[in-house]
């Protein structure tokens, strides 16, 4: 029986789902800089993902903001421009089309997990910095000694316990008063500011201070400190609360985004390898 022998070409020794990782490299370095330069001009003009912050504290984001679009917008649209690029630069290999649309996939997606890997080398290094800026502040100029000061967070809690009855005569803040309201400051700073309940010897000793500083009865002093400490343990666990949706819903969003970017990267790589297929094509007629 005759033997069939099947002589290649030289340049067809390499056949089907090449990969290159410098191109994806390069692609998931193009799309990490388009989307930082787009996130950043967004920035400029206000259009943040989320506004945690307003003038009446914690405030939950909604969906479909402007934010949140251009968020999504601009992820998407840096990873087309790496996914594209890569795609671009590819060049022709001897492989179907399907083993040609799986090799560009394949570098649209590897292109898209460099980018988030360098955003996320980023922010890790940007947060690392941070925490070590806030550190070193601290070791230099040291932490300041407790005390209740006209911008601290209990004073305005400690002006509400000892304000005085409306029929009670007002009186200067004397040395007394001020050691009161001092020690008043600790307390609250110990427990109550942290989220934490009053334990039954500090709200004792809150109570005796109010009734004897703001010239009120312990009736009176009772519900003042009670009332207060209600108030600001619901105060705490609403603003816990909203900070853990909005946490919640800023992973989610960036999930999707991050989902679609990757679909998106994939898709600009296929249609980059068939456009060019399309113009080699043209060219060799």
């Known amino acids: 029986m005759a033997e069939a022998i099947v002589i290649a070409d030289e340049g067809e020794g390499t056949s089907g789902y090449r990969f290159s990782w410098g191109l994806a490299i390069a692609g998931g370095v193009a799309a990490t800089a388009v989307t930082f330069f787009l996130l950043s001009l967004g920035a400029g003009f206000g259009l943040l993902l989320v506004h945690p912050i307003t003038h009446s504290g914690p405030s939950m984001p909604t969906f479909l903001t402007g934010g949140a679009i251009y968020f999504l917008s601009a992820q998407a649209f840096g990873f087309a421009v790496g996914g594209h690029l890569a795609g671009r630069l590819l060049g022709p290999l001897v492989e179907s089309h399907i083993q040609e649309d799986f090799r560009a996939a394949a570098h649209g997606l590897v292109t898209w997990a460099v980018a988030v890997l360098a955003t996320l080398t980023v922010v890790t290094l940007a947060g690392l910095t941070v925490t070590s800026t806030g550190a070193m502040t601290a070791a230099l100029y040291g932490t300041a000694p407790s005390k209740v000061s006209p911008a601290g967070p209990t004073a305005y809690l400690v002006d509400i316990l000892f304000r005085p009855n409306g029929n009670a005569r007002t009186r200067a803040s004397g040395p007394a008063d001020a050691s009161a309201r001092a020690e008043a400051g600790r307390i609250l700073d110990a427990d109550l500011v942290h989220g934490e309940q009053l334990s039954a010897g500090d709200r004792d000793r809150l109570v005796d201070l109010v009734s004897a ?4 009865s312990n009736d009176v002093a009772t519900a003042r400190v009670d009332g207060m ?23 989610l969003w960036i999930a999707f985004s991050l989902l679609f970017g990757a679909i998106i990267s994939m898709v600009a790589a296929i249609a980059a390898r068939n456009e060019d297929d399309r113009e080699a094509t043209s060219a060799a007629r």
């Open 213 to 216: 500083n703001a010239e009120v």
């Open 229 to 251: 400490q209600a108030d600001v343990q619901a105060r705490t666990r609403a603003a816990a609360d909203t900070v853990r949706k909005a946490a919640s819903y800023t992973s």
